[in-house]
Nanobody
Framework: QVQLVESGGDLVQPGGSLRLSCAATGNIFSVNTMGWYRQAPGKQRELVATITSVHNIHYIDAVKGRFTISRDNSKNTVYLQMNNLKPEDTAVYYC???????????????WGQGTQVTVSS
């Protein structure tokens, strides 16, 4: 079994910074694309950023220039550095990963439990 364990969510003032982390643990052979999604109250979950195993990166326009996604393949961990946070960034942030398990099973998508980011003065 594979788990994605997130950390780093918090309450921060506008203009502040946070760093989210997500570690994939368990029966893992390798991890393909990893990413961050977010869901604000009353809204659908949306993609924030993705990073492939060879570090090809995609951001949505709303976070370009403010957020930086990165990963450490040796630790199966993905990070999201969030700078110049705005109230509209308030949401539950979810980690996502496509994992090849260690038992020759199929490529499988996993989700973290979510971590709350609140941007407010």
């Amino acid at each position: 079994q594979v788990q994605l364990v997130e950390s780093g969510g918090d309450l921060v003032q506008p203009g502040g910074s946070l760093r989210l982390s997500c570690a994939a643990t368990g029966n893992i052979f390798s991890v393909n694309t990893m990413g961050w999604y977010r869901q604000a109250p009353g809204k659908q979950r949306e993609l924030v950023a993705t990073i492939t195993s060879v570090h090809n990166i995609h951001y949505i326009d709303a976070v370009k220039g403010r957020f930086t996604i990165s990963r450490d393949n040796s630790k199966n961990t993905v990070y999201l550095q969030m700078n110049n946070l705005k109230p509209e960034d308030t949401a539950v942030y979810y980690c996502n990963a496509d994992v090849w398990p260690g038992d020759d099973g199929p490529l499988t998508e996993y989700w973290g439990q979510g971590t709350q980011v609140t941007v407010s003065s």
